[in-house]
């Protein structure tokens, strides 16, 4: 039985990626600060602690594995990552776990390395007319990205990638565009784009109001989970050393997400647009490279994802409704 190892598996895409290698007959191996929030893991073996800590990195990789996912970050939506609070923790602490993989996957037997990185290493420079960003993967440079969890991330690739040529590490990277779907953070701060309107409307009242940051016409896209996990299995099963970019093309306004949402719920809803963390002004993800080095590309429509992320949110309002009203 292949083995593998997935590192931020008690996080939204770790847990969901680890319910796909075993449905695929892979052995799982998961590690993290936590557990899955929203359900029992399925990984054979869930250690506990700290990727910060070299010891601990070196114990979860055992012996090694046939294929190690590295999705373990500090990070967060907008409202984390953008006000530059969190900054330093940010930097820190996804830094020191990156370099602890990279090292340790040096001195045990790795198959393959995947590594996470994002769209948010793309220069802000080619991001500021919401209607045409660029973010072919060739675009990375000169670098310039609009956050300190963009330059983090950048610098990690560069690391996986010497330690490739320097130590015959075999690493796939993928370049994220804005992954969502059940099972992720969709309160406390950190949660992202869609799950944010998933729950400002599922707490909303039919005829009532959402607040949405800025004017609401900065532009994204969105890709649902699943089309996520297929684009890791294929990239990481391929021969592409390159980073590529997995996301989806569908772009739309983020005042056009939040009437979307609206429309699903069947509510009547206003937009109130306020001050508030936005990033750059558009992202798209660009598939050309994907679809040429692949042979694939995610094809889902955004509202198709978006029902079933609403449905599921939800019903987390609702239960956390009920619990607040019988304590």
Known sequence: MPSSVVLGAGGFIGSHLVKRLKREGFSVRGADLKRPEFGETVADDFMVGDLRDPAFVHSVLGDGADHVYQLAADMGGAGFIFTGDNDADVMHNSATINLNVA????TVR??????????????????????????????????????EYGWEKLFSERMYAAYSRNYGLTVRMARFHNIFGEEGTWTGGREKAPAAMC?????ASDGGSIEVWGDGLQTRSFLYIEECLEGVRRLMESDVTEPLNIGSEEMITINGLA???AELSGKSITIRNIPGPTGVRGRNSDNTLIRERLGW?????????????????????????ETAVST
Request: charged share 30%.
């Open 103 to 106: 090292d340790a996957s040096r």
């Open 110 to 147: 790795i198959g393959r390395l995947f590594y996470s990185s994002s769209a948010c290493i793309y220069p802000e420079r080619n991001q500021l007319d919401p209607s045409t960003p660029v973010t072919a993967e060739a675009s990375a440079y000169p670098a310039a990205p609009d956050s």
């Open 199 to 203: 729950r400002k409307v599922a707490e």
């Open 259 to 261: 009437e979307m949402v």
């Open 297 to 321: 590309a995610p094809s889902e429509s955004l509202k198709d994802g978006i029902e079933r992320t609403y449905a599921w949110v939800a019903r987390r309002v609702k239960e956390s409704a």
